[in-house]
């Protein structure tokens, strides 16, 4: 963010003081929080989509988590959308996407990791893994088994690890 200034009759652009950079940042931030406040929409798909809807920057995934349970549907849709089976371009966005589903946890989200688990790039099928350890539901166990196998060593011991966590979590949900 910069300003005009004159100087000896020549415009000259020098960049903003920090404490006004500052300041502004912080009315963007209350204007995104009454966004969320007056329906959200534009928060969340600022938060999922990257800032300002900016393409080349990938969305964070801890602040997607932070959003809770309520972007699943929204997040699935996304991954929907920009993914069919048999596709072989790693997704920043998919990998940020499968990242957050796995620390919101919802259970909703498991088709959708079981099916990111078939893509053809290893970092897209590590993060749907590590995305369905976290989630610990036994629908996932299938598709843990067969990528246990995978032709990458990240994804087989990531997958060998959500198998036992998984197992972990049926163990203990059954003593209760």
């Known amino acids: 963010m910069s300003e005009l200034r004159t100087c000896g009759g020549q415009h000259k652009i020098a960049p903003l003081p920090q404490w006004l950079r500052a300041v502004c940042w912080m009315a963007v931030g209350a204007l995104l929080a009454c966004s969320a406040f007056w329906g959200g929409n534009a928060y969340r798909h600022h938060i999922i989509h990257g800032p300002m809807g900016n393409k080349h920057m990938q969305p964070n995934p ?6 809770g349970s309520r972007v ?3 997040l699935c849709a996304e991954i929907a959308e920009m993914w069919r089976p048999g596709q072989d371009t790693p997704s920043a966005d998919l990998i940020s996407w499968a990242r957050a589903l796995g620390e919101i946890g919802d259970p909703r989200a498991v088709p959708t990791l079981i099916g990111l688990a078939d893509h053809n790039h290893e970092s897209v099928r590590l993060y ?14 299938p598709a ?3 990528l246990a196998e995978d032709t990458d060593e990240d994804v087989a011991w990531a997958a060998c690890g959500a198998i036992e966590a998984v197992k972990e979590t049926r163990s203990s949900e059954e003593e209760r």
């Open 72 to 74: 699943v549907p929204q």
């Open 128 to 141: 749907a893994v590590l995305a369905m350890w976290e989630t610990g539901d036994p629908r996932c166990l």
């Open 144 to 146: 843990l088994k067969r």
């Open 62 to 67: 801890v602040r997607i988590a932070r959003l």
